[in-house]
């Protein structure tokens, strides 16, 4: 268990109960302007280093950029290392996606100094649960900050402003930024470099706020993408999908290729050849149907070839409830369904269990794996260690949010980029991204996925980042991919997170040790913020 520094109790722990309630529907707004928080000391070993550090979780006030009036209040929590020099050390906001996430996944999961002890990928049994110090956390190379947007955790709008006020591409983008600008002004952090962390909607997040913080003076030194969704145009794109589907049926004992790679990287360049020649040939050809690319299809999945003609050799396919046909199918045989956020998880998928709605609180094998130990122990962390607590019901996920959300987004060239006529979602954000890594040319990025995400697929984020419109081949060379054999919350598996750990070291290594390019980055904020 983490050490209190100076022992439990310490005379510097300063708790809070805070008694505003925090509404989470689209009409609640709160009138408290405070931003009282609870802190306290910890210390933790990582890397053979004991770090001390100071736990803040409170709330800090944002205001609307014309008037300087409030307009939200966003709860955090921070592990910032003590005495620390501003100029040297790294601070890193993270957030989830949905939208309509708070930020809980990515803090209990990934690189805080503790995390969740979980059974992945088979189920995590009921409580008693364990948390445990995170040997894996990045507070040795950065102090962490993790965000809840508003209408998430206890994070809400300011009367008059209403929680949908913030629901959307841009005004989303453009609250987190102003909780970025509070944060480095009340914590003196202006002159840190600066990080992005952000997990599948997060990652489109991401692009939108690094662009929009550019134009407004905040340089940042790198972004971490982890299962990115840069394209809606392409979500269910079967050719982006094959190559998961592949993994997935390898991982299961049902790929059919003759003989079964030893080695899951060999099978996914394959799959990935395949699918972006002969497969995609196929699909462009349909209804015409080449014998030999089906049963190369079928030897990939799994999936018999009277099923995949059936399908129109769409491995992507959904049925009329939501169900990702690939994932209900490939072992139907043994009752059970594959988790689209992590197929090597599986679930019963018979009788009740079959009919349940896999959209409705969170019903997939894979969430289902671990709600029940997110839940508590995020109760149990922050009410007891962090000694924060409130009347008000903590909203994890909101699916008010993501219903009431707007899509529409204006890109750098001031095209509109959202919903198009018949109300069909075509985000695209990969354009931002582009044009704040040619404006940043020392702004360093790193793409991470997990080969058994079904929901964001790895392949189609390589292709994505392929044909972002960033023309530049000196620039690219500042974007990385990286794959785990994990799952969309990669952190969950944990050879994935000590892996996605080093490959965070050593991004964090060259943007911060890179002191040319650290001045340059500073000269750019202070060129855009004069």
Request: hydrophobic share 40%.
């Amino acid at each position: 268990m983490a050490k209190r520094a100076g022992g439990s109790g310490h005379a510097a722990d300063q708790a809070y109960f805070d008694p505003t309630a925090y509404g989470n529907g689209p009409d609640d707004a709160i009138t408290d302007v405070t931003e009282n928080a609870a802190v306290t000391k910890h210390t933790v070993k990582i890397g053979g280093r004991t770090i001390r550090y100071t736990a803040t979780a409170g709330h800090l006030v944002t205001v609307d950029p014309g008037s300087s009036l409030p307009n939200a209040k966003l709860f955090y929590v921070a592990f910032t290392e003590d005495n620390q020099p501003e100029q040297t050390r790294p601070v890193t906001f993270f957030y989830n996606g949905g939208p309509g996430s708070s930020a809980v996944f990515v803090l209990l999961g990934s690189f805080a100094p503790r995390r969740i002890r979980t059974s992945m990928p088979g189920f995590t049994p009921p409580a008693p649960y364990a948390m445990e110090d995170n040997p894996d956390s990045l507070l040795d190379r950065s102090d962490l900050v993790f965000i809840n947007p508003v209408g998430t955790g206890y994070s809400a709008a300011i009367a008059p402003h209403k929680n949908r006020d913030f629901w959307g591409v841009d005004k989303d983008a453009e609250s987190i930024k102003q909780f970025i600008k509070r944060f480095l002004t009340k914590n003196s952090r202006w002159n840190s470099p600066k990080f992005l962390f952000g997990e599948s909607y997060g990652t489109a997040r991401s692009c939108v706020l690094a662009y929009r913080l550019h134009e407004d003076g905040v340089d940042l030194n790198g972004i971490t993408l982890q299962s990115s969704i840069l394209d809606y145009r392409q979500a269910g794109n079967p050719v982006g999908a094959l190559p998961t589907a592949a993994a997935d049926a390898w991982y299961h004992g049902r790929l059919g290729v003759t003989p079964v790679p030893a080695q899951l990287e060999a099978l996914l360049a394959d799959a990935a050849q395949f699918a972006r020649t002969d497969y995609l040939a196929a699909l462009r050809k349909l209804p015409a149907v080449d014998a030999d690319v089906v049963a190369k299809l079928g030897e990939f999945t799994g999936i018999d070839v009277a099923t995949l003609r059936a399908w129109q050799l769409d491995v992507a396919a959904y049925d009329s409830r939501g169900h990702a046909l690939f994932l209900t199918t490939l072992l139907e045989d043994k009752g059970v369904a594959l988790g689209a956020y992590d197929g090597r998880v599986t679930a019963i998928d018979t009788g009740i269990a079959g009919k349940i709605d896999p959209n409705s609180g969170g019903n997939d094998p894979t969430m289902t794996a671990v709600t029940g130990v997110y839940t508590t122990m995020w109760n149990f962390y922050l009410n007891e260690q962090l000694k924060f607590t409130s009347n008000s019901s903590f909203a994890d996920l909101n699916d008010q949010a993501f219903k009431y959300w707007d899509f529409g987004h204006v890109d750098p060239t001031g095209a509109q980029q959202g919903l198009d006529a018949q109300g069909n979602t075509i985000l695209y954000t990969a354009g931002d991204l582009a044009a704040v890594m040619a404006l940043n040319v020392d702004l360093k990025v790193l793409s991470a996925n997990g080969v058994y995400d079904f929901v964001t697929p790895f392949y189609q984020t390589v292709m994505d980042l392929q044909q972002m419109p960033l023309l530049s081949q000196q620039v690219r060379q500042n974007l990385s991919a990286r794959f785990y054999p994990s799952g969309h919350m990669v952190y969950l598996d944990g050879a994935s997170r000590t892996a996605l750990k080093a490959d965070l070291a050593a991004m964090y290594s060259a943007a911060v040790a890179d002191t040319a390019a650290l001045g340059r980055v500073r000269a750019l904020q202070a060129r855009t913020r004069g």
